[in-house]
């Protein structure tokens, strides 16, 4: 079996606010192994991109990781000092954030952007590191020259996020979680996109955390996925076992909800209902409200089922999936 590179060990996080706290994750735990593409989904608001934070200690305040642990190698980074955690961040493990492109400062050139981005955690000669961006903004099909040279305003979107992809590959980490990578570009350029992703996957052997709420997208390149409702996972699986042998009714409705090119449109149903207001979750299991389970009476949703193995590696909080239909 391949190492486990990344423990995930009942991480919750609070956020203290006026009218009370928001659990936005809620004792979340997940094993990440050395070399495959782990996809987390879910909707707008469950949960994702706060655990993606708190894998390099970057959860801001008001919130904050209240309980659990987060083992990269065995050593649990909420425990390593601020010097530790610079080394950290980018040498082992790097993010491309949810809308990255816009994260570019407007006023510095690419170049200059690389530059102090390897600056704030290696000290390596500038030569050699301008000599590796042009390598890697080629690998992600970049006029490397005019790229360095440019504003970021002087380039596309999708030529902003090959850039930040490349930035994220510039000392070498272990792992890369992506946010929503493909949010806000046409699909041409999301397809592009993804097989550049899989490229960097397969040639350089990086583990990746790939984080999106089109469930569709994430099962054409992870290897397992990780399904999050309301701050909870509530499914882990092969992808062929969240597609074809789904053991959580929010999986199945997620599924069932996602467009597809050759089934009939009329067979796509949306899930009813909202995501509950985190502020006023419902007693019991938090899919309850939404559950077709629930609605059809076989299940009363009185309690919150926990992340149990059902199957070899697969695991689920539903504690009535038998009930599920083929």
Excluded at 280 to 303: D, I, K, N, Q
Aim: include cysteine.
């Amino acid at each position: 079996m391949a190492e486990k590179i990344l423990q995930l060990k009942d991480i919750s996080v609070e956020f203290n606010l006026r009218n009370g706290v928001l659990k936005a994750v809620d004792t979340a735990s997940i094993d990440v192994y050395k070399g495959e593409i782990l996809g987390i989904v879910g909707e707008s608001g469950s949960g994702k991109s706060t655990l993606a934070s708190t894998i390099l200690n970057i959860v801001s305040p008001p919130g904050r990781i209240s309980s659990g642990k987060i083992l990269y190698k065995g050593k649990d980074i909420l425990k390593m000092s601020a010097e530790e955690l610079r080394h950290y961040r980018w040498q082992n493990v790097s993010m491309v954030f949810q809308a990255a492109q816009n994260s570019m400062n407007p006023v510095l050139k690419i170049k200059e952007q690389i530059l102090e981005t390897v600056a704030a955690h290696q000290d390596i000669p500038e030569k050699e590191v301008i000599d590796k961006a042009r390598r890697l903004l080629e690998y992600v099909r970049l006029d490397a020259g005019q790229v360095l040279d440019s504003y970021p305003h002087q380039l596309s979107g999708g030529m902003k996020q090959r850039t930040i992809i490349a930035m994220s590959l510039l000392l070498d980490p272990d792992i890369i979680i992506l946010d929503e990578p493909t949010t806000a570009l046409d699909v041409i350029t999301q397809a592009y996109i993804m097989d550049i992703l899989k490229n960097i996957h397969e040639e350089l052997g990086i583990t990746m955390i790939f984080l999106s709420h089109d469930v569709s997208i994430v099962g054409k390149v992870a290897d397992r996925i990780a399904v999050m409702y309301a701050s909870n996972i509530v499914e882990i699986g092969t992808v062929d076992d969240i597609f074809y042998n789904s053991r959580h009714p929010y999986t199945r409705g997620l599924i069932n909800a996602a467009p597809s090119l050759i089934d009939d449109v009329t067979k796509r149903r949306a899930i009813p209902g909202a995501p509950p207001n985190m502020m006023a979750l419902p007693a019991g299991c938090r899919f309850s409200p939404r559950c077709s389970l629930c609605l059809e009476g076989h299940c009363r949703g009185s309690e919150q089922g926990k992340l149990t193995e059902v199957e070899q590696g697969h695991f689920t909080t539903c504690t009535k999936f038998e009930r599920m239909e083929a």
